[in-house]
């Protein structure tokens, strides 16, 4: 099947989104991205995917393909012949699995939490914060233990659990410009140094949005969701 056949419907902005981009970036496979208006469903997204109804999805040929990290493994599976994404060993795998897991179940709630609680008071800011940072040491000894002293949690490329978590890298960004420093050299210097390579990829430099634009967006959807109901 031509490369051509590969689409991707998704948002510049979205974190989950990336994920598919860089693993068709380390696979050298062409796509075309379909972008998607926030806060709108297009026919093509409703009718690809009709359970969530969300971005991303992956269409090859005429087959879709929903949920970013089903995504990931799916372009793994497919085109083999390329860089592997997802660990050879068993448990590795397994092992990049349940962390993939956690930062979409516990660690990214945690970040999203920091945007919902602005203007909630110190207290409910101070309880958010050590939540993410909680997560962000648990992190920083997953890295240790699955990059093996390595420049990635995949050894030595990007690998399934890099992809996972380096997509939030951009909205960390965003974040930290509050003052609030997640990423410490002094307390998590395995991901501040992972983090540099991770950027620097040339799989992930052309999909890693700007902070600044980033930055712009969050003001504007911040503003949105505390505007009052119309009448």
Same mark, same amino acid.
């Given at each position: 099947?031509?490369? %051509?056949?590969?689409?991707?419907? @998704?948002? *510049?902005?979205?974190?989950?989104?990336?994920?598919?981009?860089?693993?068709?970036?380390?696979?050298?496979?062409?796509?075309?991205?379909?972008?998607?208006?926030?806060?709108?469903?297009?026919?093509?997204?409703?009718?690809?995917?009709?359970?969530?109804?969300?971005? $991303?999805?992956?269409?090859?040929?005429?087959? #879709?393909?929903?949920?970013?990290?089903?995504?990931?493994?799916?372009?793994?599976?497919?085109? %083999?012949?390329? #860089?592997?994404?997802?660990?050879?060993?068993?448990?590795?795998?397994?092992?990049?699995?349940?962390?993939?897991?956690?930062?979409?179940?516990? *660690?990214? #709630?945690?970040? %999203?939490?920091?945007?919902?609680?602005?203007?909630? @008071?110190?207290?409910?800011?101070?309880?958010?914060?050590?939540?993410?940072?909680?997560?962000?040491?648990?992190?920083?000894?997953?890295?240790?233990?699955?990059?093996?002293?390595?420049?990635?949690?995949?050894?030595? %490329?990007?690998?399934?659990?890099?992809?996972?978590? @380096?997509?939030?890298?951009? *909205?960390?960004?965003?974040?930290?410009?509050?003052?609030?420093?997640?990423?410490?050299?002094?307390?998590? $210097?395995?991901?501040?140094? *992972?983090?540099?390579?991770?950027?620097?990829?040339?799989?992930?430099?052309?999909?890693? #949005?700007?902070?600044?634009?980033?930055?712009?967006?969050?003001?504007?959807?911040?503003?949105?969701?505390?505007? $009052?109901?119309?009448?």
């Amino acid at each position: 099947m031509a490369e %051509s056949d590969v689409k991707i419907l @998704g948002a *510049w902005a979205s974190p989950f989104v990336m994920r598919p981009r860089i693993a068709l970036n380390i696979k050298s496979v062409g796509y075309e991205f379909l972008e998607e208006k926030v806060g709108v469903k297009s026919d093509l997204l409703i009718k690809s995917n009709p359970v969530y109804k969300k971005i $991303p999805v992956l269409i090859h040929g005429d087959k #879709p393909i929903c949920e970013s990290l089903v995504i990931v493994q799916y372009i793994d599976e497919t085109w %083999s012949s390329g #860089p592997s994404i997802l660990p050879s060993d068993v448990y590795d795998r397994a092992t990049a699995r349940f962390w993939a897991a956690y930062i979409d179940d516990k *660690w990214f #709630p945690a970040l %999203s939490e920091i945007v919902k609680v602005q203007g909630e @008071g110190e207290e409910a800011k101070a309880e958010a914060v050590k939540q993410l940072l909680a997560g962000i040491a648990l992190l920083e000894e997953a890295f240790q233990k699955c990059s093996k002293g390595k420049a990635f949690f995949g050894g030595d %490329s990007i690998g399934y659990l890099d992809i996972a978590l @380096g997509s939030f890298l951009g *909205w960390l960004r965003v974040t930290e410009l509050n003052g609030l420093t997640i990423l410490d050299a002094e307390k998590t $210097p395995g991901l501040v140094g *992972w983090a540099e390579n991770f950027c620097a990829d040339s799989a992930v430099k052309e999909v890693m #949005p700007e902070t600044g634009k980033l930055a712009e967006l969050a003001k504007r959807l911040f503003a949105k969701t505390k505007a $009052p109901p119309s009448t």
